[in-house]
């Protein structure tokens, strides 16, 4: 589901996607995307962190945030915490299926 898509479903503050079945990238789990076209630096990222992605993390879970121009590397530090950095989409993405069990 995008940005839009969730607006009509009364959400606020939304990631630019979010899965209806989550994926596995490098053996986390991510339920939502966020890009971001710009440099993670220092600055940047701590108020995205405070503003932005821990947010998206309270309501829909982990997630991934793709910097277009890259970032710096110590900022991906919240791997376990379920905010992973990347600089381009994966391309290792594995799909979890859902089971539904009556």
């Excluded at 989550?22 to 220092?42: L, M, N, R, T």
């Excluded at 962190?49 to 945030?65: A, D, K, T």
């Excluded at 900022?75 to 915490?81: A, G, S």
Aim: glycine share 8%; net charge negative.
């Amino acid at each position: 589901m995008n940005e839009n898509h969730l607006r009509t479903m009364g959400y606020d503050k939304t990631p630019d996607i979010i899965l209806e079945v989550p994926v596995a990238v490098e053996g986390h789990i991510v339920h939502w995307i966020e890009s971001k076209a710009s440099f993670g630096d220092d600055q940047s990222h701590q108020t995205y962190l405070n503003e932005q992605f821990w947010s998206y993390w309270n309501r829909f879970g982990p997630g991934l945030v793709i910097y277009w121009y890259g970032f710096i590397g110590e900022l991906d530090c919240q791997r376990d915490r379920g905010i992973l950095l990347k600089d381009c989409f994966p391309t290792d993405i594995v799909t979890l299926s859902v089971i539904k069990i009556e």
